[in-house]
Each structure stands twice: as structure tokens, then as C-alpha cells.
């Protein structure tokens, strides 16, 4: 123990001498473990992020999607989930009239348009939907009222705005009861709905709803982009998607449409960002083995420079053994010092990260970066401390 705590002072004395150079080798190592930290604290992030959201929904939810809901082989052309026909709202209404076991429906279709008033004009999300978003997608109003089922069906012209459109076009003005243009055609405000904030790069306040009739009135009647269908008793998802799988496709081919379980669209992105994950924090590990060849490159100039040292060590009684330990030591203190100081930087990155995108911090990925740069110092460091232990103390002594 004594020796070791011997060969433990003389590096630091040595690395203390060469305090720039000592900084500049653990840079390769601090840069690694920050960014093997970062880029999963972001996937990860990412994530929660999604799964919350499922959850936030509750379990008895499925999904109405137009096209197959499958990854295909890129070799047969058009995006994940292409369709070769659109859904429409009439083939969500039909199968509404006829399945048993689902509670309620909530068709979705959006675009982008200019919305104003007085003077103001803002380009944001126009969503059109029914009466049933606020209960399904958990979105109460904090002022005014969401639009009710006879304001759907009869088309009226009524608006729930989001706080960001709110601030765009309102700033301090109260909005209930406003009349506001959207693309020209004018509404009157009826309710604000709660904020939400951003997420994952996304302003989930910057939106209006309006009842889809309206929508279809308005624009160009087409497509859902999806819908969201509620299920009486969660025991009965599998019946109703098979149900709903058999009555749409009474009036539609296999490809143009899917029934999807939430846990099966939820299962199929967390396994992508899972892999996304491990690609981005294996990416990043490189630096660390970029780092490792630094150290191991440093401490062989380092064996160069003080051959006359190791020669007199040598000399006056120091084995092969405490020498090769010394050299050891040393591209260890580097790479578990740039380890430290790389985990600080990286979770205070994602700290700062996390106020503007769904950054998470994980433990085996701070461990994992951290071991993987003290086993660079140990792995690079042999072969540095190696040669070190085999100069031969006459040699060395006469070494200019």
C-alpha cells in the first residue's frame, strides 16, 4: 500500500507540473462523456416524453389511421403507413353508426392558415374537430366554453383558441365573444384553452379548434389526418379494434386503413427512439476512444521526456513494477478526472437543455459514459506504462 500511495503522489506531482497539457489530454475524455450524456439524456427525454402522453390519454383509447400501419421495406416506395386512399370523416360516421363497443369518436384534420384581428395577423394551426376533444384529448378551457355537438353539426362558425394565438393577436385584450378572420372567413372566439406549453420542439398552445363541419365548409373537404376512438371498457380493446377492423373494411381495402392499439403505436416508437438512442450515444462514444488514443499518445511523450527520471528511479532501487504502476496511474487520473468533469458538464447541459426540449438525465448512461472513459485510461495506458517499466536504468541515464 505504501508503494502504491508512493507511485499515487509522484503522478500528481508529475501531472501538476504540466498542468495545461495534463487539461488538453483529458479534453478528449470530458468532451466524450458530455456527449454521450447529452444525446441520450435526449433521447431518452424524448422518450418519457411520448410515453407520458400516451398515458395522459388513458388505456382505452385506439387509433383510426388512413393507410397500413407498418414499417414497410423502402424498396416498395412511399412513406410508413402511405394509404392509397384518404379516410373521410363519412367512413368514420359510418363506422360510428355501426360498432358496439366504442364510446365516442373524435376525427382529427388540420392545416396551417393566417388568423386576425384588427390589425393582427398570425399563421398558426387550424384544427377541426368535435365537441369530444376536450374530454379526450384533456384539453379544459380556462375561459369562455369549448363548442358543444349542435355548434358541430350545424357548421357554426365558433373558435377555441390556443394562449400563444391568444398573445399574437389579442395581447392583453380579453378574446371571448371577438370576431377573428381565419384565411378571410370570420368566427367568434368561444373559450381559451388551458396552456400546455412546448414540447419536444413543438408549441402545443399554438392552435385554434373549430367544429370539423365548419372546417369541411371552409376548406376543401378531404381526408382525416386521423381519429381517435374511445372504448367503453378497457377489457374490450382487442374486441373493438377487431370489430372496427371488420366493419371498415366492408367499404375499404386492407391498405387504406388501420385500427390501432395506442399500446401498439406506443410500443413501435419507443422501440425507434430506443434504437435512436443507442446510435446517438454510441456516436458520441468515438470521442471517447479518440480521447483514449490522446492519453495514450501524451503519455508516450511523457515516457520520452522523462527517461533520465526513470532511469534514476530505477537506480536507486525502484522495480519494473512500481514504474509501469506510476505511468498507469497517471492516464488513469486523466481519464477518471475528465470523466468527472464530463458528467457535471453533461448534467448540467441537460439541465439547460431540459427547459426547452424533454431532456432526462439517466443513471446507467452517466455510468456507463464514466466507466467506459476510466477503462480508456486503463486500456491506453498499458502499453505507456509497459515501455516505461522496460527501459533499462543505464540507458536511460545516459539519455539526452
Do not use: C
Request: glycine share 12%; net charge neutral.
Amino acid at each position: 500500500m505504501n508503494k502504491f500511495l508512493e507511485s499515487l503522489l509522484i503522478a500528481l506531482k508529475s501531472l501538476k507540473r504540466n498542468k495545461i497539457r495534463s487539461f488538453l489530454t483529458m479534453l478528449g475524455v470530458i468532451i466524450g462523456v458530455t456527449s454521450v450524456i447529452l444525446l441520450v439524456s435526449i433521447g431518452q427525454g424524448l422518450q418519457n416524453y411520448i410515453i407520458n402522453q400516451f398515458e395522459e390519454m388513458g388505456t382505452n383509447l385506439l387509433f383510426v389511421m388512413p393507410g397500413k400501419f407498418q414499417f414497410r421495406d423502402s424498396r416498395e416506395g412511399g412513406p410508413p403507413g402511405g394509404g392509397s386512399e384518404k379516410l373521410t370523416l363519412d367512413d368514420i360516421n359510418y363506422l360510428e353508426a355501426r360498432t358496439r363497443r366504442v364510446k365516442s369518436f373524435l376525427p382529427i384534420v388540420s392545416k396551417t392558415a393566417d388568423v386576425s384581428y384588427g390589425r393582427e395577423t398570425y399563421n398558426t394551426f387550424v384544427v377541426g374537430t368535435t365537441q369530444d376533444y376536450e374530454h379526450l384529448r384533456k384539453s379544459p378551457v380556462t375561459s369562455g366554453k369549448f363548442f358543444n355537438k349542435s355548434q358541430v353539426i350545424g357548421g357554426r362558425r365558433v373558435a377555441v383558441l390556443g394562449t400563444t394565438v391568444v398573445e399574437e393577436i389579442f395581447g392583453t385584450i380579453e378574446p371571448i365573444d371577438k370576431k377573428i378572420r381565419v384565411d378571410g372567413t370570420t368566427y367568434t372566439v368561444v373559450g381559451v384553452l388551458s396552456e400546455k406549453g412546448a414540447a419536444a420542439g413543438s408549441d402545443q398552445d399554438d392552435q385554434i379548434i373549430i367544429p370539423i363541419d365548419a372546417f369541411d365548409k371552409q376548406f376543401e373537404p378531404g381526408g382525416i389526418s386521423y381519429a381517435y376512438a374511445e372504448v367503453e371498457d378497457t377489457s374490450d380493446i382487442t374486441s373493438a379494434q377487431e370489430e372496427m377492423t371488420e366493419i371498415l373494411g366492408r367499404i375499404k381495402n386492407d391498405d387504406d386503413f388501420s385500427v390501432v392499439d395506442q399500446r401498439e403505436l406506443l410500443s413501435t416508437i419507443t422501440s425507434i427512439l430506443g434504437v435512436l438512442t443507442l446510435g446517438l450515444g454510441g456516436i458520441a462514444a468515438i470521442s471517447l476512444l479518440v480521447g483514449g488514443i490522446g492519453i495514450m499518445n501524451i503519455m508516450l511523450v511523457s515516457v520520452t521526456e522523462r527517461t533520465r527520471e526513470i532511469g534514476l528511479r530505477k537506480a536507486v532501487g525502484a522495480t519494473p513494477k512500481v514504474i509501469r504502476t506510476q505511468f498507469l496511474i497517471e492516464a488513469v487520473i486523466l481519464s477518471v478526472g475528465g470523466g468527472l468533469i464530463g458528467v457535471i458538464l453533461g448534467s448540467l447541459g441537460t439541465l439547460g437543455i431540459s427547459q426547452f426540449f424533454p431532456a432526462s438525465v439517466t443513471l446507467w448512461s452517466i455510468l456507463l459514459a464514466f466507466g467506459v472513459s476510466a477503462l480508456v485510461g486503463v486500456i491506453f495506458g498499458i502499453a505507456p506504462a509497459i515501455k516505461a517499466s522496460r527501459l533499462s536504468p543505464i540507458e536511460a541515464l545516459r539519455y539526452e
